[in-house]
């Protein structure tokens, strides 16, 4: 399985940027996917998971309301839309899927 995630970027605060997480292999639509993020200095922390069917998600409080995740079964890809940035989401997002990485992407939000 590998994870190739991509979307990354540098934006303004209160831009909006859409990550993506191609999959390959077939197990895709078998499970929940995940996104993660790092922050510099910081512990990897959860951000956002979607089940297997795309019906249940989750999403940390501090992007509540901010980003949406969604998944698409037959391109094999999870998104992550994230509207309102601000310079405490830069970090590098990655996605999550079994006990398989991506290699991260870098989100850079400017004041």
């Known amino acids: 399985v590998q994870l190739q995630a991509s979307g990354g970027g540098l934006v303004r605060a209160g831009d909006s940027l859409t990550l993506s997480c191609a999959v390959s292999g077939d197990t895709f639509s078998s499970y929940s996917v995940g996104w993660f993020r790092q922050a510099p200095g910081k512990e990897r922390e959860f951000v956002s998971a979607?089940?297997?069917?795309?019906?249940?998600?989750d999403v940390a409080d501090s992007v509540k309301g901010r980003f949406t995740i969604s998944r698409d079964n037959a391109k094999n890809t999870v998104y992550l839309q994230m509207n309102s940035l601000t310079p405490e989401d830069t970090a590098v997002y990655y996605c999550?899927?079994?006990?398989?990485w991506g290699q991260g992407t870098q989100v850079t939000v400017s004041s």
């Open positions: 999550h899927i079994l006990s398989y």
């Open positions: 979607i089940s297997r069917s795309g019906g249940s998600t």
